[in-house]
């Protein structure tokens, strides 16, 4: 157990509509990423928070957005969905999101089925 | 091309054989990452390596900064070792995100 957690852990939903997807990071760390692995794909990143603050952003879709709380759980907000979309989504975390060598710890994953 | 490349795809093993999972990646990085992926889709960090080499029970990480390239060894291989191997890295320009290889499916057979 990795010490983070994602929820749901399935979902299924059809096409046009919009789903968030929970996660709550390790205790103490502040950064969060979102990964998106798909069938065609592969694992890529999407986007990173710090302390609440967005940091970096990858290869995310503007009908996708993200947000940190002040708590540091983070939802990420899939929207408009189209068949493509279905994947699994993973949130990581790591202690800090200045350290570039810090390990990253990986939730169970979120797989998104949209009909 | 992909910035990560990793050999082979795809690996069969008998139970007990050394296996060797090789990465090479073509920019500058910062650390290199090897993470496991079990059938459920969990995925597990297993090593990072900015240099030299890490041992941890029968998995081996080593990785050579000059010729830009890494490997995985497992020795005495057990069924259970049967999971996907998916090398990622840091890249000195992209801050703490993972750029990720296509991974490596290995079965182990009894």
Known sequence: DSGVTQTPKHL??????????????RSGDLSVYWY???????????????NGEERAKGNILERFSAQQFPDLHSELNLSSLELGDSALYFCASSPTGTTIRNEQFFGPGTRLTVL | KNEVEQSPQNLTAQ??????????????????????????????????????????????????IQEKHSSLHITASHPRDSAVYICAVTLQTSGSRLTFGEGTQLTVNP
């Open chain 1, 12 to 25: 299924i939903t059809a096409t046009g509509q919009r789903v968030t997807l929970r996660c709550s990071p």
């Open chain 2, 15 to 64: 139970e007990g054989e050394f296996i060797t999972i090789n990465c090479s990646y073509s920019v500058g990085i910062s650390a290199l990452h090897w993470l496991q992926q079990h059938p459920g889709g969990g995925i597990v960090s297993l090593f990072m390596l900015s240099s030299g080499k890490k041992k941890h029970g029968r998995l081996i990480a080593t990785i050579n």
């Open chain 1, 36 to 50: 998106q692995q798909s069938l065609d794909q592969g694992l890529q990143f999407l986007i990173q928070y710090y």
